[in-house]
């Protein structure tokens, strides 16, 4: 029986705070359990520019962001967990998309509306302000979800457009060229999630500024919870729970029979400092081990990294060949004779000149090696030149990794970028893009050859 594949974004422009952990990251992390379900968990990094101009901040709330669901117990080895941009068939897709999509269905998007609407009211141009990328925006979605073929997003009811445009995107694609390329994917309510009030009795919402962040401090998750507001009824005077945020909030932390408790403690006339008390403890006593872990790995970036690069690989194992499917349905395709390749001056040939038998090739190797810190590295070495020295990782299996995956990238440059900028990190690339990618595609050309002996 063929798994679910359900696939959920979480757009990297904020701080954590108990609302996302209520209402997404603890039931997300549940359901990536299911038995019968494949999850894709990734972070949104290209939709955070839509929202967010401050590079920094988007880095940190990438790092903060990672680090808390895996706090919160995601597990790498059994979903897909990686970073958007990590994934360059997702801008490819993109593109694809853009070009069977009707100008009018994102004409109809609720956020491009809401911005037209909110300057037609101030007496601006329909458009100020709007950029591209909030207009775009639905296509990018769409391309997030039908990359994998997703069956189910789980989405709150402001998002139902966009899932609903996804569909209409793929089945236009479908239907263009002739196939099944997409399955289109399905809108998946989460009726029972939990929505907790703010500090102010309003939603919880950064837009608000009334939030309880995530990973405070013992003492700062206290004075946050000290500081929810509440009627003027005092001790001894019967509350009504379910017109409490201190009781909503406590509701979604407690069990069955803490909530009953508690129910009762109100009807009794317990007094607001009490119940904020008690509502301390129990999420401190729910929260305490996992910001421990979440100290560790913010701490540790590098392990952060190195599991969104291995995400990223084994996602990519997906992508890129169902990217040169459609590729090949839309007609960007090798020619029939194939052209003679064009290759780098690193490879002893003047840069763009044609390759022949009798020119100069170099000896391209990778040499791995451990330091004297116990990390492991690589080089990739043409002619006894460096052209590029990784930093070191903690394991020889995530060297390894790495290195089989720049390699099965070879000379695709678009794809090589975001390895190499990780690799460059700690040590630096000593030689040009293009002379790496021209060296890591004859490697990947004698690996697919012995590929053919072999077979």
Request: proline share 5%; hydrophobic share 40%; aromatic share 8%.
């Amino acid at each position: 029986m063929q798994k679910r594949r359900i696939l959920t974004g979480i757009t990297t422009s904020g701080t954590p705070h108990l609302g996302n952990y209520v209402g997404a990251i603890r039931p997300a992390i549940a359901a990536s359990r299911r038995d019968d379900a494949e999850s894709f968990y990734f972070l949104a990094d290209y939709h955070a520019l839509i929202k967010c101009g401050d590079p920094a901040r988007v880095q940190q709330s990438t790092l903060e962001i990672a680090a808390s669901w895996l706090a919160c117990g995601l597990d790498p080895d059994r979903v897909l967990f990686y970073r958007q941009s990590d994934i360059p068939e997702i801008p490819e897709l993109t593109w694809l998309l853009t070009c069977v999509t009707a100008k009018g269905l994102l004409n109809r998007a609720h956020a491009y509306k809401a911005a037209v609407d909110q300057n037609v009211a101030a007496g601006e141009d329909p458009d100020a302000g709007v950029t591209a990328g909030l207009y775009m925006y639905p296509v990018l979605m769409a391309a997030d979800i039908l990359i994998f073929n997703a069956h189910e997003v789980p989405v709150g009811r402001d998002q139902i457009q966009h899932i609903e445009m996804a569909r209409d995107i793929g089945q236009r694609f479908n239907h263009l060229y002739g196939g099944e390329y997409f399955t289109l994917p399905e809108a998946r309510i989460e009726e029972n999630v939990a929505t907790l009030p703010g500090t102010d009795g309003r939603k919880m919402s950064k837009s608000y500024d009334n939030t309880i962040p995530l990973w405070s401090a013992a003492k700062d998750l206290r004075r946050a919870i000290l500081g929810i507001v509440t009627d003027s009824r005092a001790p001894g005077e019967p509350k009504d729970p379910d017109a409490s945020n201190v009781f909503a909030i406590y509701q979604a932390f407690a069990s069955e029979e803490e909530t009953a408790a508690m129910r009762e403690a109100f009807a009794d006339g317990i007094g607001w400092g009490d119940a904020k008390q008690k509502l301390f403890e129990r999420v401190e006593a729910e929260l305490a081990p996992l910001r421990e872990r979440y100290d560790a790995l913010i701490a540790e970036p590098d392990r952060i990294e190195e599991r969104l690069l291995e995400g990223a690989r084994k996602a990519r194992e997906r992508t890129r060949p169902f990217i040169e499917k459609l590729r090949w349905a839309v007609g960007v395709r090798r020619l029939a004779k194939p052209a003679p390749r064009v290759v780098a001056a690193a490879e002893g040939v003047a840069a763009g000149a044609v390759a022949t038998p009798s020119a100069k090739q170099a000896v391209v190797t990778i040499k791995r090696y451990r330091e004297k810190d116990g990390r492991f590295h690589f080089k990739l070495v043409a002619d006894d030149e460096v052209l590029l020295e990784s930093r070191g990782f903690e394991s020889p299996q995530a060297c390894g990794r790495l290195v089989d995956e720049l390699v099965a990238i070879g000379d695709d440059a678009p794809a090589l970028r975001p390895l190499l900028e990780s690799c460059a990190e700690a040590s630096g690339r000593r030689a040009a893009d293009g002379a790496i990618a021209a060296a890591l595609g004859r490697l990947k050309a004698e690996r697919d050859e012995k590929a053919r002996q072999k077979a």
